[in-house]
């Protein structure tokens, strides 16, 4: 009896942190891409051709499971649905990927997680405007999601303005920038990376509002995933033959490229899209958007050590106060869920006392019986075919 209560309650506890460790893990993900696909445009691939190849992965690895998983469970496909996936791969696998790519290309794999981090406040801002959070200026935690949307907003313009000197965040990446950089600070166009970075970001955003609407009317993530994959590598190959007219360009070797397209695919598109649809559904966009930070700490360590990149003052700053924003935000969300709880549960009908069909003090009696042959109307509480009366008074 005491191990059977035990993993209930182990069970229940993974049940509550599971959205948890799903977003965490993919942060850990993220990162690791960030890395490899930063090495890979080092060596010369193209960010058109890097966002169709990734697709193309993520499409033969996901759809096997979405024909074999959902084939009892998918949803009719309707107009509405296949417009908001073409939408989807228009905002996630090409605006976004090809704008983050290249503004990483002119800064930094570090500089490009953290300004990634202004993305929770921005889909705030989103969820505000189509009407999918609430704000109550009159309660702390309104207020709590203004103003740290603002701090997160500050952050991500003190990004933009102010560069500062450079700071070492590894001793390893002072003794080794002068010998493995390959692209100076002075060469990189941070200005116009950062406005790269931030309107990514924005598309970033707005993607995440358009899945947690799609994901309802289309309640089926694998299938969704493999759907939206597929067409973000058939707009991407679009937008790839338009920006690279050079078809020397597609040709991949067993090198950094492939690795990047393989990793990327499988991790960054195939099961980080799966698994922030399901989480969506559940907790909401502000939620899946809440954990960037985590992959900034874990992109600037990668980073030094790997490409022994170098941070500036302006961007650490940057960070940190889009930080403190962040978790105001979060911490925003946090109480209005534990309110809306409360709501809900004052709003439950009063339960009836659970009578024991053993107990002797109860008495059972037909249900067509009239109330004034036995007890009053209000001891007795109905069940399928009979009325159970209680000897308790009401």
């Known amino acids: 009896m005491g191990d059977q209560k035990t993993n209930g309650m182990l069970s229940l506890l993974f049940t509550k942190i599971k959205p948890y460790l799903a977003m965490v893990s993919l942060q850990f993900g993220y990162a690791g ?14 960010n058109w051709i890097f966002v169709v190849y990734r697709h193309v992965v993520a499409t033969l690895v ?14 009719k496909m309707t107009l509405s649905v296949f417009l908001k996936i073409m939408a989807l791969a228009f905002l996630e696998p090409v605006l976004d990927q090809n704008l983050y790519v290249l503004g990483m290309k002119y800064t930094s794999a570090t500089y ?3 300004t990634v981090n202004a993305l929770p406040a921005l889909t705030f ?5 189509f009407r999918m959070e609430k704000v109550n200026f009159k309660q702390r935690p309104g207020l709590a999601k203004v103003i740290g949307t603002a701090i997160t907003l500050t952050g991500a ?11 070492d965040i590894l001793w390893y990446s002072k003794a080794t920038s002068h010998q493995n950089t390959s692209i100076s600070s002075a060469d990189q166009h941070w200005a116009t990376g950062t406005i790269m970075l931030l309107s990514c970001t924005c598309g970033w955003s707005g993607y995440f509002i358009l899945q947690s609407i799609t994901v309802k009317e ?15 590598m058939v707009e991407g190959a679009i937008a790839a033959l338009i920006m690279e007219r050079d ?13 990047a397209a393989v990793y990327s695919g499988v991790v960054c598109s195939g099961i980080a899209y799966y698994v922030q649809g399901v989480v969506n559904r559940v907790q909401g966009p502000v939620f899946v958007t809440a954990f960037s930070p985590l992959c900034m700490i874990i992109t600037a360590v990668l980073g030094a050590i790997v490409l022994a ?24 969300k946090s109480k209005d869920k534990e309110a809306l709880t409360c709501c809900e549960e004052d709003k439950l009908p009063y339960e009836l006392p659970i009578v024991d069909c053993n107990d002797k003090s109860a008495i059972f009696v037909d249900d067509h019986i009239p109330e004034s042959d036995h007890v009053p109307a209000a001891n007795k509480l109905k069940v399928p075919g009979k009325i159970v009366v209680s000897s308790q008074e009401p």
Do not use: N, Q
């Open 218 to 232: 289309y309640p089926a993530e694998l299938s969704l995933t493999a759907l939206m994959c597929f067409m973000g």
């Open 33 to 46: 891409m960030y890395i490899i696909t930063m090495v890979s445009l080092k060596h010369g691939m193209s």
């Open 309 to 332: 990149e170098k941070m500036h003052l302006g961007s650490l700053l940057g960070a940190i106060i889009i930080v403190l924003g962040l978790y105001s935000v979060v911490w925003g």
């Open 247 to 259: 078809m020397s360009a597609w040709a991949i070797g067993f090198d950094s490229r492939l690795l």
């Open 112 to 114: 490009a997680s953290a």
């Open 125 to 129: 801002i989103m969820a505000v405007i």
């Open 157 to 167: 313009m003190l990004m933009t303005l102010y560069r500062g000197p450079i700071v």
């Open 62 to 75: 996901i759809a096997p499971f979405a024909l074999v998983y959902e084939r009892k469970i998918r949803p």
